[in-house]
């Protein structure tokens, strides 16, 4: 099974508009944005975050 293939992108495409509609299709991707940039900037947060503390146990650790 290998990468998808443009065959089954039309496919998927296809699909999508016979479940949602044409008119909903543009929603669904503004929010699908939206939610892929609150993710990226949570994920970005996450690993700020935990920089500091790994810093802070090598520092401990060379004490030691």
């Known amino acids: ?15 999508l508009i016979i479940v949602f509609g044409a008119s909903k299709l543009p929603d669904i991707a503004k929010n699908l944005g939206k939610s892929a940039k609150v993710l990226k900037k949570e994920m970005k947060e996450l690993t700020e975050d935990e920089e ?13």
């Open 52 to 64: 500091p503390t790994t810093k802070s146990l090598d520092a401990d650790e060379e004490g030691k």
């Open 1 to 15: 099974m290998g990468a998808f293939k443009p065959s089954h992108i039309i496919v998927l495409l296809i699909i």
